[in-house]
């Protein structure tokens, strides 16, 4: 089964689910609540349509692509199995869903997980049974036992013109502090080393509920980026800050990462650099000063890693507008960017926007942006050749082990080679020394 969850255990009598994930990070935490009560419930998760009694399929709606690929899983899953809830993102498009796949069980939005909980009961009605596996503490869990997505939120208060997800994901709803905590605290006694918060915009948890003071291990904690990043550090392990908008509050959680409380390591997506652009794009945050503001920021924390994803070809972006974004991105030098050309998303507004950029164009902005950034990213690699870092060991293999330094978020960056690193563990920190870098990975030895 393609993007399949795998089997979590295997008991004859038990209701036997199938499970397809697809999307972005926020969308596999769905998954793994799901996959939880599902589990809770005595559901079996198996890893074949034949041996599934139904299939659940969580879908992606974000963009072009990412539709067709979950219009495909639905398909396919139809096809091999016959029995398909889908929820998620691509939910919210039911029509969509009805017009191709008139046979589906349930279409249910993203988070959603009492419909899909409902659709499951309906589809194959759960068998609970006194010699069940107790589930563990900290739940299903769809990434490697040592790092873990946190969400501390739901939903977004902006309304970026090229974006649909408020509209399938709602306005901001932020967990209270402690629950988040909480969890974070299970993770960690779980074997987590590396919490990874994730929300559709970080800097922004807590204003829906204003800042609203919870308390957890005997101290008052707000409700708030902060105070959440401070509350995080007193577990010892690695957070992670994903989505975090430069607004002026950023600048606090500095001194947390000068300290080593939480990573040096900033996603901020920033998606163009010039004020025009940025205005049609009705991005959140002050763009003013924005390299002033990372001038500071490496100044406090010499070693910060800041990534950041891009948008070229965006309707009416002259060539003046992109060059001004190449001459940001070589003054700013990020150390990671993932970069995108521009393309329309059904519903979002953008589609009706003036000066929509021929494809060729695009596509030649893309190459160019992406030779920029490969020379500026190489180049910092270059620079920490011959010394030592801290790296989480993620993987092993008969010729060394693969792991992550602060610098390398799992899944959409580089990663530290370890030549000699056989005997590891997942899971194990080890100081390496960088013997050599390309444009993505770093290669060295144990230290
Ligand atoms: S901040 Fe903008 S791009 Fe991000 S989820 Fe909200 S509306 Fe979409």
Known sequence: MKNAVNSTTSRESSPKVGFVSLGCPKALVDSERILTQLKVEGYEIVPSYGEADAVVVN???FIDSAVQESLDAIGEALHENGKVIVTGCLGKRSELIRESYP??????????YASVMSAVHQAIPPTRNKFLDLVPDIGVKLTPKHYAYLKISEGCNHRCSFCIIPSMRGDLVSRPVDQVLMEAEKLAKGGVK??????QDTSAYGVDVRYAEREWRGKSYRTRMTELCE???ELGIWTRLHYVYPYPHVDEIMPLMADGKILPYLDIPFQHASPRILKLMKRPGNVDKTLERIQNWRRQVPDLTIRSTFIVGFPG????EFQELLGFLREAELDRVGAFAYSPVDGAKANDLPGQIDEELKEDRLEQFMAVQAEISAAKLQRKVGSTIKVLIDEIDADG????????????DGAVRIDDGQMLKPGQFVDVLVEEADAHDLYGRLA
Do not use: F, H, K, N
């Open 59 to 61: 879908t992606c709606g």
């Open 103 to 112: 046979d589906v069980l349930s279409i249910s939005g993203p988070q959603d």
């Open 401 to 412: 082990a693969w792991g992550r330094s602060s610098a390398d978020a799992p899944e959409i």
């Open 231 to 233: 509350g995080l550090s």
């Open 194 to 199: 590396e919490l990874l918060v994730i929300s």
């Open 317 to 320: 972006e002259t060539d003046a």
